[in-house]
């Protein structure tokens, strides 16, 4: 499975965007997709993911949507009013029955 992610970049606090991560390969491996995020000096995080239940972090709840277009194998992440301490490298991650699979980052830095 290869995963294409896409969307980051610089945006003022209050802003948004929206992150795409597009799956190809055998993706009937695929039982849910999500992202995790890794600001510097820290480890990576869980942001939001999507499978048999949707789950969010706490930072995030009310702020963020993960969406999923299972006919195009692709999940989104809109983010809205962003904060400073949103700016991270963000990951997209298939779930499957062992390891995850990894997209390559997209950054995302929020900032005036």
């Known amino acids: 499975v290869q995963l294409q992610a896409s969307g980051g970049g610089l945006v003022q606090p209050g802003g948004s965007l929206t992150l795409s991560c597009a799956a190809s390969?055998?993706?009937?491996?695929?039982?849910?997709m999500g992202w995790y995020r890794q600001a510097p000096g820290k480890q990576r995080e869980l942001v939001a993911i999507?499978?048999?239940?949707?789950l969010y972090a706490d930072s995030v709840k009310g702020r963020f949507t993960i969406l999923r277009d299972n006919a195009k194998n692709t999940i989104y992440l809109q983010m809205n009013n962003l904060r400073p301490d949103d700016t991270a490298v963000y990951y997209c991650?298939?779930?499957?029955?062992?390891?995850?699979?990894w997209g390559q980052g997209t950054q995302v830095t929020v900032s005036s």
């Open positions: 390969g055998s993706v009937a491996s695929i039982s849910g």
């Open positions: 999507s499978g048999a239940a949707t």
């Open positions: 991650t298939a779930v499957r029955q062992g390891p995850n699979y």
